[in-house]
């Protein structure tokens, strides 16, 4: 199947690198930084000392900035940097729920230490001669990153003013976008590796899920450790009726469920267990500037149709990582020509080579997602 191609940019023209333009050293505990943060998140900042000289120099930066200063612009994405930064970087280490994670510097170049076996199979009994063994060698090879973008408009004018609104809505939604951009790359990157992977692997892909297809991941991925299965709920909620019971009464059918699972789908909307696995619902919100191919719905962040199967007590194959941290922007918007504000996240993901078999994965294409 081909993969749809996901685009996790934000085109600007004219693009500046804002780190570029700044002509004094900003630190994110300095008093105009705290200032900042307290004013877009709506604090009051009296009791902060200095804070009525801090209040007038972000005032002045917004003045200069609407003149076209682009020191002051270079000054103001800074401490919108410092903002962001520090809460997204802290959701990002929430990828570690499909392996390890790692936050790199940026100058550091990012390899992947795996070992594997090589060789004959290990024999029981020698054959005419000393018995055979595999041999264990390392393979290091390095992982390329790739970069998440999002950006919003500003308004100076506002900032001028000290009404910081807008400020925070539009940190906020740079936040969420990049986030949701990096779960979604880094999904179709596992998905993809699984794929096209060669050998042993467990995958099921249908158009609908089965629970012949489902429990025959599950049983294969249980032999490493306990498995968690992540998911959307339009994927999940499919496993709520093969947790009920046929039996028979005379020439009667009864089929049901039991009372303590009926408690946990009211509580829940779905099953947190099934056959002794964790059901684990992946939040997916809409991509609203997104529509599907009918053009009646949203798209979803994530592939809503695709699911993975984790194991517990084990080393996952998977590694995630974010490079530094953001980078700042300052351009005009390709589509509508308004200066606008991007900043850049580098995010690297890798499936172990020769180790995609840890990972269970199966695809409804009923739901979809990929196309």
């Not at 004094?24 to 009791?47: D, L």
């Not at 009864?254 to 789908?265: D, F, K, L, P, R």
């Not at 078999?357 to 009923?366: A, E, P, Q």
């Amino acid at each position: 199947m081909e993969v749809y191609q996901m685009n996790t940019t934000y085109e600007l023209n004219n693009l500046r690198k804002d780190a570029d333009y700044l002509n004094r050293e900003m630190r994110a505990t300095s008093i105009v930084s705290e200032v900042f943060s307290a004013m877009v998140n709506g604090k009051k900042v009296g009791a902060i000392k200095g804070a009525d000289k801090a209040v007038n120099y972000i005032k002045e930066l917004g003045v200069r900035a609407e003149n076209g200063d682009f020191n002051a612009v270079a000054e103001l994405n800074t401490l919108r940097r410092f903002v962001i930064e520090t809460p997204l970087l802290q959701e990002m280490k929430m990828l570690s729920i499909f392996g390890s994670y790692q936050a790199v510097g940026f100058d550091e170049t990012i390899e992947r230490e795996i070992y594997k076996h090589v060789g004959e199979r290990s024999r029981e009994q020698a054959a005419g001669g000393d018995v055979v063994f595999p041999a264990i060698v390392k393979e290091v090879y390095p992982v390329a990153t790739f970069t998440v973008s999002g950006g919003y408009a500003v308004d100076y004018r506002r900032v001028a003013l000290g009404d910081m609104s807008k400020e925070n809505e539009g940190m906020e939604q740079v936040r969420i976008d990049i986030r949701n951009k990096a779960n979604r790359a880094i999904i179709k990157k596992i998905y993809q590796a699984i794929h096209d992977a060669t050998g042993v692997k467990y995958a099921f892909e249908n158009a609908g899920l089965t629970k012949a297809g489902v429990d025959g991941v599950l049983t294969k991925i249980r032999r490493y450790g306990r498995p968690t299965v992540i998911g959307d709920y339009a994927l999940l909620s499919q496993f709520t009726p093969w947790a009920g019971y046929v039996g028979t009464i005379s020439a009667n059918t009864i089929t049901g469920i039991s009372e303590a699972q009926m408690n946990e789908i009211a509580q829940n909307g779905l099953l947190g267990m099934y056959n002794g696995a964790v059901l684990a619902e992946i939040d997916n919100p809409y991509d609203e500037t997104t529509l599907n191919s009918a053009g009646t719905d949203f798209e979803t962040m994530l592939p809503a149709g695709l699911g993975f199967i984790v194991p517990a007590g084990g080393q996952s194959p998977i590694a995630t990582y974010t490079r530094g941290g953001l980078t700042s922007f300052t351009g005009n918007n390709v589509k509508n020509g308004r200066v606008e504000t991007r900043f850049d996240l580098s995010v690297g993901c890798d499936l172990a080579k020769g180790q995609e078999y840890k990972i269970g994965m199966f695809y409804d294409s009923n739901v979809g997602g990929l196309n």
